[in-house]
C-alpha cells in the first residue's frame, strides 16, 4: 500500500504551497474510481462537485490567508450514519432509501465543515452499525488490507471509512463506536482509530445503535491525526500532541477475558509489544479485572444496543423488516423480549461496574490488551451464519469492555510491515482522552520494531 501523508503533513504542503485542496480531492476522487481498487464498495456515496467546489472555496481562502484552519481543504470521509444537510442518511440499509434528505448536517460533520474540511463521500458500513465485521449483503463489502488476492472482512461497522483512509481515498474519516467499530476497522487494516469518552462529542444528527454507549470518533493513518480531528469533533482547541516517553509509563494488562482465545498471530504480536515497551523501560504488570466478568451476563439479553435499538427501530422493522439484513435484524429483535426492568437493571448494573473499574485503573496510566482475539476473517469463510456469530463476537468483545465501562481506548497497529495486521488498544477511563493520546503517541513507532 501506498505511504499516504498525515494531516500534519497535508497542513503543511498546503500552507507551503505544494500543493492545493483541488489536487488532493481530484486524487482521491481518482482513487475511488479506480475500477482496480475498492471504492465503488468503500463508498455509497461520492460528493464530487460538492468537493471540488468546497476544494476551490478552501483554496482561496488560503491565498488570502483566511483558511478557518490550518486543515482548511483535507477531504475526508464520512460513515452513512451521519446526517449531511440535502442527502439522504441510510446507515447502510435499503430501508431508509425513502427517507427525506437531511435539513441539516449532523453536530460532527458540522464541526468538520467549520474547519474546512471537505466532505468526500458517504463511507459504507454493517447495516445500522449492527456488526463488528464489516460486511454489507447491500452496498457490498470491501476488501479490508490484507490479502486481498484472497478477500478477507475490512471490520466494521465502520468498514469503508478504514478502507478509504487506507487507500488513499480520504485522509481522515467520520466513524462511530458503540462495541468497537471505530477500533476494530482500525486494527484490521494497520490504521489508528479512536474511542473517545461518549460525551465529549454530541450524537446529534446520527443514527443511534445504543444511544448509551455510542461514541463519535475518527480513523486515521497517525495518533496525531486521530488527536486532529477528536478535537475537532470535541470542539476543543487543537494543541500540538506532546508523546509521552514509555519509559516511566504505567501500564495495567487485565488477564481477565481481555487474553482468552486469542488468534496464534494477536497472542504473538501482542506479546512482543509489551516486551518492546517493558525494553523501553514502561511498567508492565499483569492484573485480574474481575469486573470483566460481570459484563456477559449484563448483556446475556442483548444489552443497551439490543433494547435501545429496537425502541429506535420497532416501527421500521414492522413494515420493512424484508429488506433488513437478516443477521442485523435477528439481533435487533432481541430488545423486543427484554421488560423495563431489566433495562433498568441495566443501568444499574453498569453505573455499579464504573465505579468499581475505574477504582481499579486508578493506580495505572492505561490499560493494554489486543483490540480483538482475532485477525481478519476471510469473507468467504462467514457465509456460515454460526461462523459469522463467532466470528463477530470475538472481534467486539475486548472493544465492548471499554464501551461498558464507558472509557475512552486508541488501537494502535502492532504488527510488522507484511504481517497480518493487528491492533493493539490503550484504554483510560472516561475522561482521560488527553494522557490516552499522549500515552500512544509515545509507544507509537515503538511497539513495531
Same mark, same amino acid.
Given at each position: 500500500?501506498?505511504?499516504?501523508?498525515?494531516?500534519?503533513?497535508?497542513?503543511?504542503?498546503?500552507?507551503?504551497?505544494?500543493?492545493?485542496?483541488?489536487?488532493?480531492?481530484?486524487?482521491?476522487?481518482?482513487?475511488?474510481?479506480?475500477?482496480?481498487?475498492?471504492?465503488?464498495?468503500?463508498?455509497?456515496?461520492?460528493?464530487?462537485?460538492?468537493?471540488?467546489?468546497?476544494?476551490?472555496?478552501?483554496?482561496?481562502?488560503?491565498?488570502?490567508?483566511?483558511?478557518?484552519?490550518?486543515?482548511?481543504?483535507?477531504?475526508?470521509?464520512?460513515?452513512?450514519?451521519?446526517?449531511?444537510?440535502?442527502?439522504?442518511?441510510?446507515?447502510?440499509?435499503?430501508?431508509?432509501?425513502?427517507?427525506?434528505?437531511?435539513?441539516?448536517?449532523?453536530?460532527?460533520?458540522?464541526?468538520?465543515?467549520?474547519?474546512?474540511?471537505?466532505?468526500?463521500?458517504?463511507?459504507?458500513?454493517?447495516?445500522?452499525?449492527?456488526?463488528?465485521?464489516?460486511?454489507?449483503?447491500?452496498?457490498?463489502?470491501?476488501?479490508?488490507?490484507?490479502?486481498?488476492?484472497?478477500?478477507?472482512?475490512?471490520?466494521?461497522?465502520?468498514?469503508?471509512?478504514?478502507?478509504?483512509?487506507?487507500?488513499?481515498?480520504?485522509?481522515?474519516?467520520?466513524?462511530?463506536?458503540?462495541?468497537?467499530?471505530?477500533?476494530?476497522?482500525?486494527?484490521?487494516?494497520?490504521?489508528?482509530?479512536?474511542?473517545?469518552?461518549?460525551?465529549?462529542?454530541?450524537?446529534?444528527?446520527?443514527?443511534?445503535?445504543?444511544?448509551?454507549?455510542?461514541?463519535?470518533?475518527?480513523?486515521?493513518?497517525?495518533?496525531?491525526?486521530?488527536?486532529?480531528?477528536?478535537?475537532?469533533?470535541?470542539?476543543?482547541?487543537?494543541?500540538?500532541?506532546?508523546? %509521552?516517553?514509555?519509559?516511566?509509563?504505567? =501500564?495495567?494488562? +487485565? $488477564? &481477565?477475558?481481555?487474553?482468552?482465545?486469542?488468534? *496464534?498471530?494477536? @497472542?504473538?504480536?501482542?506479546?512482543?509489544?509489551?516486551?518492546?515497551?517493558?525494553?523501553?523501560?514502561?511498567?508492565?504488570?499483569?492484573?485480574?479485572?474481575?469486573?470483566?466478568?460481570?459484563?456477559?451476563?449484563?448483556?446475556?439479553?442483548?444489552?443497551?444496543?439490543?433494547?435501545?435499538?429496537?425502541?429506535?427501530?420497532?416501527?421500521?422493522?414492522?413494515?420493512?423488516?424484508?429488506?433488513?439484513?437478516?443477521?442485523?435484524?435477528?439481533?435487533?429483535?432481541?430488545?423486543?423480549?427484554?421488560?423495563?426492568?431489566?433495562?433498568?437493571?441495566?443501568?444499574?448494573?453498569?453505573?455499579?461496574?464504573?465505579?468499581?473499574?475505574?477504582? %481499579?485503573?486508578?493506580?495505572?496510566?492505561? =490499560?493494554?490488551? +489486543? $483490540? &480483538?482475539?482475532?485477525?481478519?476473517?476471510?469473507? *468467504?469463510?462467514? @457465509?456460515?451464519?454460526?461462523?459469522?456469530?463467532?466470528?463477530?463476537?470475538?472481534?467486539?468483545?475486548?472493544?465492548?469492555?471499554?464501551?461498558?465501562?464507558?472509557?475512552?481506548?486508541?488501537?494502535?497497529?502492532?504488527?510488522?510491515?507484511?504481517?497480518?495486521?493487528?491492533?493493539?488498544?490503550?484504554?483510560?477511563?472516561?475522561?482521560?482522552?488527553?494522557?490516552?493520546?499522549?500515552?500512544?503517541?509515545?509507544?507509537?513507532?515503538?511497539?513495531?520494531?
Amino acid at each position: 500500500m501506498p505511504d499516504f501523508p498525515t494531516l500534519a503533513k497535508l497542513a503543511d504542503d498546503l500552507e507551503s504551497g505544494r500543493t492545493t485542496s483541488r489536487k488532493l480531492v481530484e486524487a482521491c476522487i481518482a482513487r475511488i474510481a479506480d475500477p482496480a481498487g475498492e471504492g465503488q464498495r468503500t463508498f455509497i456515496h461520492v460528493d464530487k462537485d460538492a468537493a471540488l467546489t468546497t476544494a476551490d472555496a478552501m483554496d482561496a481562502l488560503r491565498k488570502v490567508k483566511a483558511a478557518p484552519s490550518p486543515y482548511a481543504g483535507i477531504p475526508i470521509s464520512i460513515k452513512d450514519l451521519f446526517d449531511i444537510r440535502g442527502q439522504t442518511t441510510r446507515a447502510g440499509s435499503r430501508a431508509l432509501d425513502d427517507s427525506d434528505p437531511a435539513e441539516h448536517d449532523a453536530a460532527a460533520v458540522a464541526r468538520l465543515r467549520r474547519a474546512g474540511f471537505v466532505l468526500i463521500g458517504r463511507t459504507n458500513m454493517t447495516e445500522f452499525a449492527y456488526s463488528g465485521i464489516g460486511i454489507n449483503p447491500h452496498y457490498g463489502t470491501p476488501k479490508g488490507a490484507w490479502n486481498r488476492a484472497v478477500g478477507h472482512v475490512p471490520g466494521g461497522s465502520s468498514s469503508g471509512a478504514a478502507v478509504s483512509v487506507l487507500d488513499g481515498m480520504a485522509h481522515g474519516a467520520l466513524g462511530t463506536d458503540t462495541g468497537g467499530s471505530c477500533r476494530i476497522p482500525a486494527a484490521f487494516n494497520g490504521i489508528v482509530g479512536y474511542k473517545p469518552t461518549q460525551r465529549r462529542v454530541p450524537l446529534d444528527g446520527s443514527v443511534p445503535l445504543s444511544f448509551s454507549l455510542d461514541s463519535i470518533g475518527p480513523l486515521a493513518r497517525s495518533v496525531s491525526c486521530c488527536a486532529i480531528l477528536d478535537a475537532v469533533l470535541a470542539n476543543e482547541p487543537i494543541t500540538v500532541l506532546k508523546p %509521552r516517553p514509555v519509559k516511566g509509563m504505567r =501500564l495495567a494488562v +487485565p $488477564t &481477565t477475558i481481555a487474553l482468552d482465545d486469542l488468534d *496464534a498471530a494477536v @497472542a504473538e504480536t501482542f506479546e512482543r509489544a509489551l516486551k518492546t515497551l517493558a525494553d523501553h523501560g514502561a511498567i508492565i504488570e499483569r492484573i485480574e479485572m474481575t469486573e470483566f466478568h460481570d459484563i456477559g451476563p449484563m448483556n446475556a439479553k442483548g444489552g443497551f444496543a439490543a433494547s435501545e435499538s429496537y425502541a429506535w427501530h420497532r416501527y421500521l422493522i414492522t413494515s420493512k423488516g424484508d429488506v433488513y439484513d437478516p443477521r442485523v435484524a435477528v439481533r435487533i429483535m432481541r430488545g423486543e423480549a427484554q421488560s423495563a426492568a431489566d433495562y433498568i437493571d441495566l443501568i444499574n448494573e453498569r453505573r455499579s461496574l464504573i465505579a468499581r473499574v475505574n477504582a %481499579r485503573m486508578a493506580p495505572y496510566d492505561a =490499560l493494554v490488551l +489486543p $483490540t &480483538t482475539a482475532n485477525t481478519p476473517p476471510k469473507i *468467504a469463510d462467514l @457465509a456460515d451464519d454460526k461462523a459469522f456469530t463467532t466470528q463477530n463476537l470475538r472481534a467486539l468483545r475486548n472493544c465492548t469492555l471499554i464501551n461498558m465501562i464507558d472509557g475512552c481506548a486508541i488501537s494502535l497497529p502492532a504488527h510488522r510491515a507484511g504481517d497480518v495486521p493487528v491492533g493493539l488498544m490503550l484504554a483510560g477511563a472516561g475522561g482521560s482522552d488527553h494522557r490516552i493520546f499522549e500515552l500512544a503517541a509515545g509507544m507509537e513507532t515503538v511497539i513495531r520494531v
